[in-house]
Structures are given as C-alpha cells and as structure tokens.
Nanobody
Framework: QVQVVESGGGLVQAGGSLGLSCAAS????????MGWFRQAPGKEREFVAC????????YYGDSVKGRFTCSRDNANYTVYLQMDSLKPEDTAVYYC???????????????WGQGTQVTVSS
C-alpha cells in the first residue's frame, strides 16, 4: 500500500530551480517529521532534508544547505522540497519518507514513496 507519493521531478539546467511535492495519507503524515532523501545510480541513499511535525525546525544535508528549502502543509498532508541553484551532482531519484527514529539515515525513516527523478544538465 503506497502511503506517500512524490511528484514534481524533471529535467532542469544547472543553476535552475525545481519544486517537489510529497502527498501522504493522514495516518502517515500527522504528528511525524517528514524527510527527503535522494539516490543516484551506484550510490547509497543520501539524506537531503527533514522537517519536524509542526514545521518548526528543518534540517539539511551538507551538500544542499543554503540551496534547498523544505516545508509542509499539515492541512493537506503534504511536504515540499524547493530546490534552487541546482547542480549536475543533484541528479538523483528523490524520495519522501516518514521519520521514525533519531538519526538522519534511511533506516530511521519508513513509508517510502516510489521516488521522482530529478536530472540536472550541465
């Protein structure tokens, strides 16, 4: 049973912007921090961003700090990832997930979506 659905991926030139959305079920979303990860071919899944259940705090991976912004709409059970100043190395499949543990690693998250492809051309 799919509990989160990511959307908004696509092809963009380096330096451009793209916005991702993650729609979740009420049961999956409410009261939980939500996060974004990404995985490039041949690489491990990498932490990108996380936002607390009330949106009061956000956390980012070092490689995206200052360029990506995570937000959420609790009324519509949706979390967003605004990506600016994109680089070719940002190319990956981006996943949304629910945080159930303390660390910003994939094993501390569940309810993974199918992912959405982001490709940044140079």
């Amino acid at each position: 049973q799919v509990q989160v659905v990511e959307s908004g991926g696509g092809l963009v030139q380096a330096g451009g912007s793209l916005g991702l959305s993650c729609a979740a079920s009420k049961r999956t979303f409410s009261g939980y921090a939500m996060g974004w990860f990404r995985q490039a071919p041949g690489k491990e899944r990498e932490f990108v961003a996380c936002i607390t259940w009330n949106g009061g705090s956000t956390y980012y991976g070092d490689s995206v700090k200052g360029r990506f912004t995570c937000s959420r709409d609790n009324a519509n059970y949706t979390v967003y990832l605004q990506m600016d100043s994109l680089k070719p190395e940002d190319t990956a499949v981006y996943y949304c997930a629910r945080r159930i543990g303390g660390a910003f690693v994939a094993t501390a998250f569940d309810s993974w979506g199918q992912g959405t492809q982001v490709t940044v051309s140079s």
